[in-house]
């Protein structure tokens, strides 16, 4: 079985501020891992994924995770938000079972 | 444009009228699922298709199902909609269902009164 661990159910934070959402996971195989972004009243879109290789893997706008094997984590870091990152992020995980896992999803809220 | 549409976008119904929600996609993918999310849940799989007339159950089935007779097409049907299952519905598509990114249609919300 897999599961997902969002451990922050919503982070305020002020324009320019670095960020970081935090995701832990739980997978008895080797997993790929995912983050997606939902703008208000919109589908889900990929930000990043990490299937293998290096462990720091870039995505759109801006944003960036780290696969840490030890740790089971799967951080989703942002040196400068802006305005327009206010939404609700959701990691997922998928390994042996064709059922993804998503998290409960974390609420990123950029203040002026 | 590479997409998944969904209709309605909006439905409010009454309790035992059954209803179809359809998804379709223009990518040519092989793989389709649908997913519900409620606050504070996340997102969970309902049902996915690996291929035409190929579907299983995900991770709560109960109440709903699915029929995949061509490639782009894969509706959502709730026989006998219980209030319960007033939620936001996804449906989405990859061409692989593990390494893959899955492309979300834009949501449909449902209310069953």
């Known amino acids: 079985a897999q599961s997902v661990t969002q451990l922050d159910s919503q982070v305020p934070v002020f324009e320019e501020a670095p960020v970081e959402l935090r995701c832990n996971y739980s997978?008895?195989?080797?997993?790929?891992l995912f983050w997606y972004v939902q703008y208000p009243n919109q589908g889900l879109q990929l930000l990043l994924k990490y299937l293998s290789g290096s462990t720091l893997v870039k995505g759109i706008n801006g944003f960036e995770a780290e696969f840490n094997k030890s740790q089971t984590s799967f951080h989703l870091r942002k040196p400068s938000v802006h305005i327009s990152d206010t939404a609700e992020y959701f990691c997922a995980v998928t390994g042996g079972s064709y059922i993804p896992t998503f998290g409960r999803g974390t609420s990123l809220i950029v203040h002026p | 444009e590479a997409q998944v549409t969904q209709n309605p976008r909006y439905l409010i119904t009454v309790t035992g009228k059954k209803l179809t929600v359809t998804c379709s996609q223009n990518m040519n993918h092989e793989y389709m699922s649908w997913y519900r999310q409620d606050p504070g849940l996340g997102l969970r799989q309902i049902y996915y298709?690996?291929?035409?007339?190929?579907?299983d159950k995900g991770d709560v089935p109960e109440g709903y199902k699915v029929s995949r007779k061509e490639k782009r097409n894969f509706p959502l049907i709730l026989e006998s909609p219980s209030p319960n299952q007033t939620s936001l519905y996804f449906c989405?598509?990859?061409?692989?269902?593990?390494?893959?990114?899955?492309?979300f249609g834009p949501g449909t919300r449902l209310t069953v009164l």
């Open positions: 997978s008895s195989v080797s997993v790929y």
């Open positions: 989405a598509s990859s061409p692989r269902p593990h390494a893959d990114t899955q492309y």
């Open positions: 298709s690996m291929n035409v007339e190929v579907t």
